[in-house]
């Protein structure tokens, strides 16, 4: 019997031309396992206590533009959504973790800016077909990161190669990386290499979640109100259910194209070149950013109070 999957993917309204990006390479990646074993779920956002849209008749364009790669999805086994409330990445993925972990074997984390491998579903079912334990993660290769702690995840072509923040170096962190580039990789692709990652290390893009983790109560917790959901959920897990595996493919790259130029458009006010200096141009960001961080790293510490989005926005008063 095939594995049955599902694939979440939150879109904020600022993300809506990065899109079509990614459902390219969902669909590819559906195509060449089983249309009727992957469940796709994606939620766009139109909140904007936030950021603000640079002129707010654009609104209609942004739910026209979703619409049409909705349409794409009518002959898949998919479930979209559009949503007012102030929804962040880590308050999606804990729904989802929550709704199809009884719907499906396997949890995959999309991301409008995350190219799916098109091997990924056939490899991710040949590994839940043979794993021995109902519990576990699942990683593919990615690209070269900011240390050396992130080499273990890292594919074997970029491993030789120095950490760059050139946009030009195809290797690089800020490298907006192409579906045909990446193909490249993983069609050369004969045998699969699969290791065990100890201690645990990931992030969220494209991380594989058997739905027994879920199941066994290890989840998002609440305190991850806004971003650092994955290193919450590492924790977690570590927490209720020790060191389970970690299978990673090393030969199969996953992009993650974090500073595409198109990830954050037309925001009103934001000022920088990069997406990250965009990001941190918000003051509310970096203040929520810190204490999301803090209330992460103080899970499980008896005497910390965690902050909230109230905590945020007081901070913004002062």
């Not at 070149?273 to 961080?293: D, F, H, I, L, P």
Request: glycine share 4%; net charge negative.
């Amino acid at each position: 019997m095939k594995t049955k999957f599902a694939i979440g993917c939150l879109v904020q309204w600022y993300e809506i031309e990065i899109l079509p990006t990614y459902i390219d390479t969902l669909l590819s990646a559906i195509n060449a396992y089983d249309r009727n074993q992957v469940l796709v779920d994606i939620k766009l956002i139109t909140n904007q206590e936030l950021e603000q849209l640079d002129d707010p008749s654009r609104l209609t364009s942004i739910l026209s533009q979703f619409d049409r790669q909705m349409e794409r999805l009518e002959d898949y086994r998919s479930d979209f959504f559009i949503d007012k409330r102030l929804i962040t990445i880590a308050d999606y993925r804990r729904e989802f973790n929550s709704k199809y972990c009884e719907q499906a074997d396997v949890l995959v984390w999309g991301e409008t800016d995350m190219l799916v491998p098109r091997q990924a579903f056939l490899a991710l079912d040949n590994l839940h077909q043979n794993v021995n334990t109902p519990k576990y993660l699942a990683t593919f290769a990615i690209c070269k990161m900011w240390d050396d702690s992130w080499k273990v995840l890292e594919h074997p072509a970029f491993t030789g190669k120095q950490h760059s923040d050139s946009k030009e170096d195809w290797w690089g962190l800020n490298y907006d990386m192409s579906i045909e580039e990446m193909n490249s990789f993983n069609d050369k692709v004969e045998d699969l290499e699969v290791t065990v990652v100890h201690p645990h290390k990931f992030n969220g893009c494209g991380l594989v979640i058997s739905s027994e983790v879920i199941k066994s109560g290890v989840n998002i917790p609440q305190s991850a109100f806004f971003i650092h959901e994955d290193t919450a959920l590492m924790l977690m897990t570590q927490k209720v259910l020790g060191n389970i595996p970690q299978y990673h493919f090393r030969n199969i790259l996953v992009v993650h194209n974090r500073k595409h130029k198109d990830k954050r458009s037309y925001i009103k006010g934001e000022t920088g070149e990069t997406v990250g200096q965009k990001r941190n141009s918000n003051k509310w960001y970096v203040a929520a950013n810190q204490m999301c961080e803090r209330n992460v790293y103080n899970l499980f510490n008896p005497n910390y109070k965690s902050y909230t989005w109230r905590d945020v926005f007081d901070s913004l008063k002062q």
